[in-house]
């Protein structure tokens, strides 16, 4: 049975580079959309022009899906939305063979943080434990770097502080739920610039894209896969995959998740299926990839603008005064520490956060709250740029979101103060980091 599913793997990547070759990577159209529609044909990707890429997946059978079982033939095929260049990744495991240190991370929102999984049950710890087991003379730092309700453009910024500290050798990104389409320019900006910086990190890290799914298909695989494509990042895909299936009749999506948007236990198990069936085609071919590094693609202006994002946080210096705020250490958000502040209503506002800074674009993370939110006035050089309202009633829980507030044309010296309106009302504020790039 391995073997067969070894050369339907073969064929699976036959299927993806010759997709990648004819440029159409995408093997379902229609970004954040409610259609589920997946075939075969559509998964392959294959195009009228390539008779031998549709005679390969012609000769695939089909098979039955069965959960807790192996992958189908067909999700196999369907899982790998984007083969890319494996030097990295040959380099990864050389390293494990030989028995070295290697850290891996996995960057990205809920899903990876584990939400609906479990103690030790998510992907993330999974894949981690699969490579334990197969490799247990190398020593494997597992990073998990997920925060729930955060997408590329808060990914980017704290990239260097939850991921690429640890000098990671492979890195997971999953944000293609997050990344709504009302924010698509900045987010397919922010995505792209965290491939970048990510891959010209001194560790010089593999890097593995994640396309999920909402039940009703929306995700933005579309738009990251067009980066993944540009940047010859592999991507693997489970909304491909598993949409597929429940299409098919074989499975429904509640027994793959206990929502509309997060894999539960079962659905975290499958999905580590699909990375660990792409990681062991590379071990398998190990021998005869190139590991010759391409070049990082060239970009516009879009694809830089946030490569050296970072951000400020409580305890930097750029911070000059907190006025009614106070250092928080509660961990909002899952995102660590943040100046809080609770105002009585009808209280008089004698002062706000303050902070100079060195940038281009600035923008703050600041806590959505269910009940008290209240609403912050923003100030760039003296200029009020934004009013931010912090409500979100009746919403599923407090979260941190971010705003763009000012980009100017060069980097500069800058200063934004950050100060909550008067109110009659109880006010709840959270200010988690300025963002800089």
């Keep these: 049975m391995k073997k067969f599913l070894s050369i339907l793997t073969a064929a699976a990547m036959l299927v993806s580079m010759t997709a990648c070759n004819s440029g159409d990577n995408s093997s379902v159209s229609g970004e954040s959309t409610s259609d589920t529609s997946t075939s075969e044909a559509d998964s392959s990707t294959s195009t009228s022009s390539d008779a031998s890429t549709s005679s390969a997946v012609e000769e695939i059978p089909e098979v039955v899906y069965e959960l807790g079982g192996e992958l189908t033939p067909m999700m196999i095929i369907n899982s790998v939305l984007n083969q ?12 494990l063979i030989l028995g070295q240190e290697v850290t891996v991370a996995y960057l990205g929102g809920s899903i990876t943080q584990g939400s609906s999984a479990g103690g030790g049950l998510c992907y993330a710890d999974l894949t981690t434990k699969w490579l334990q087991e197969k490799y247990p003379d190398a020593k494997i730092n597992h990073v998990n770097a ?19 500290q640890h000098d990671p050798d492979l890195v997971f990104v999953d944000f293609s739920v997050n990344d709504t389409s009302d924010r698509m320019k900045i987010n397919k900006s922010a995505y792209e610039g965290l491939i970048r910086k990510l891959w010209s990190h001194e560790s010089a890290p ?15 695989q579309t738009e990251h896969n ?25 499975i429904a999506w509640t027994d793959i998740s206990d929502d509309n948007i997060h894999p539960n236990v079962q659905g975290h ?47 930097d210096e750029r911070c000059s005064s907190i006025g009614m705020f106070k250092e928080n250490t509660a961990n909002f958000g899952n995102f660590g520490d943040s100046w809080m502040a609770k105002i009585k209503g009808g209280t008089e506002i004698s002062g706000g956060l303050e902070f100079t800074v060195e940038a281009q674009n600035i923008g703050i993370l600041y806590g959505k709250m269910v009940n008290y939110g209240g609403m912050l006035d923003v100030y760039v050089d003296g200029e ?7 409500d979100f009633p009746n919403g599923w829980g407090n979260y941190v979101e971010f705003q763009e507030v000012a980009a100017f044309m060069e980097r500069g010296e800058h200063t934004v ?21």
């Design 417 to 437: 103060k950050i100060v909550p309106q008067q109110s009659e009302e109880i006010g709840l504020y959270y200010i988690s980091a300025l963002t800089l790039s």
């Design 84 to 95: 890319g260049n494996q030097a990295r990744l040959a380099k990864f495991f050389q390293q």
């Design 206 to 220: 593999a890097i593995i894209c994640l396309a999920m799914t909402q039940e009703n298909g929306t995700s933005v």
């Design 226 to 250: 067009e980066i993944a494509v540009k940047y010859d990042i592999p991507m693997i895909s489970y909304r491909n995959a598993i949409l597929d299936v429940i299409n098919k009749g074989y």
């Design 384 to 390: 009020l740029k934004m009013t931010i309202n912090c």
């Design 146 to 164: 997920g925060i729930g309700a955060t997408g590329s453009y808060i990914g980017i910024h704290r990239a260097d502080r939850d991921v690429l």
């Design 269 to 315: 198990a499958v999905l580590t299926q699909m990375i660990t069936n792409y990681l062991q085609t590379v071990i398998d071919n190990i021998d005869s990839i190139d590991i010759a590094e391409p070049e990082l693609a060239a970009t516009g202006d879009s694809g830089i603008k946030y490569q050296n994002a970072e951000l400020v946080c409580v305890g």
